[in-house]
């Protein structure tokens, strides 16, 4: 338990404070190949790790990258043992940022064949100036 009382020793953070600047809300990226079809289908962890490419790739786009995560949110099919697989696959890539997280069992996702989605909000880096990129 911290001086907070909250349990201590968790794989994640509670919150994030945003610097001044601006906010990256992402869409939920999908594990999706760049013609836009799902990869792996009933592939939990390869899912995740396409999910991640994806959401990095869009976080670069804007001149951000993990460490400028402020919170995401993991929406994987499956039982609890794939929620565990999904984060443990996210956690690793994400490393060593750790950013305040909610990780949810959902019942289907938008594209047949999808188990994985990942929504991230960022903050922009300060030394990146609005509509540079």
Known sequence: ????GLAGGLPYEYAAVAPAGSIIFTAGACPLDAGGAVVAP?????QAERAVDNLLAI???HGAGPA????TTIYVVG???DLVAAWDVIAARLAPSRPPSTLLGVAC?????????IDGIAAM????P???V
């Open 1 to 4: 338990m911290d001086a907070d």
């Open 42 to 46: 009933g592939d939990v962890p390869t």
């Open 59 to 61: 976080l670069a786009r």
């Open 68 to 71: 400028d995560l402020l919170r």
């Open 79 to 81: 039982s609890r043992d």
């Open 109 to 117: 996702l938008g594209y047949r064949d999808q188990l994985v989605e």
């Open 125 to 128: 880096p300060i030394d990146v």
């Open 130 to 132: 609005l509509g540079a």
